[in-house]
């Protein structure tokens, strides 16, 4: 039985202050080439968060046009050779976006809307590696982040969405999409 918690969604009408530098392609490059295994699980072939998911790079803090790619086609590799960590899809009611989490404390995910057309998946997680050394300022850790910015499409309703966490691994976002006026009512 898989447990399934629903996530606040926030909805924010303004411009993030967190995105002020760009993620550059040789940054991203110099990051991924140090071989860390939690670097590698989060930003790799396949990650909803790879600046590299859409066949070039693409900077995270840009939204992207999701719904203008077919899944099926776009991650076809991918799926073959099990790297994949994403899908999407479309019904006659809603988009929705389904994605493996990356690293640990997955409660740290957080889900919010930007002007009801963009949709922002973040998150951080920290690594501690204790010593056996009895002082305690000699640990190692540190702190990361995630995050995928998502345009949605014109007829997303962007302030009715609904994003759940699934057995601590999954991500699930779904996306309902607008009534064209049937369901109005007339006073």
């Not at 990051?31 to 396949?46: A, D, E, M, T, Y």
């Not at 998502?150 to 007829?155: D, G, I, Q």
């Not at 759940?164 to 064209?180: C, G, N, Q």
Request: glycine content about 6%; some cysteine.
């Amino acid at each position: 039985m898989s447990c399934r918690k629903q996530l606040e969604v926030r909805s924010e009408d303004r411009i993030p202050q967190k995105w002020s530098v760009p993620l550059r392609e040789e940054i991203f490059d110099n990051l991924i080439s140090k071989g860390n295994p939690s670097v590698s699980r989060v930003f790799g072939v396949g990650s909803l968060f790879s600046p590299l998911l859409f066949g070039k790079f693409f900077d995270p803090a840009d939204a992207f046009p999701l719904w203008e790619f077919d899944s099926d086609v776009l991650l076809s590799s991918m799926r073959e050779s099990q790297q994949s960590t994403v899908d999407w899809s479309e019904t006659d009611k809603e988009y929705v976006v389904k994605a493996e989490l990356p690293g640990q404390g997955k409660h740290s995910v957080q889900v919010s809307v930007e002007n009801g057309n963009v949709v922002e998946v973040s998150g951080q997680w920290k690594q501690r590696k204790e010593s056996d050394a009895k002082d305690w300022r000699s640990g190692h850790w540190w702190e990361s982040g995630y995050a995928r910015r998502l345009e949605l499409p014109e007829n997303a309703d962007g302030r009715n969405i609904e994003a759940y966490i699934i057995d601590d691994i999954f991500l699930e976002i779904r996306i309902p999409k607008s009534t064209t006026g049937d369901n109005s009512e007339h006073a």
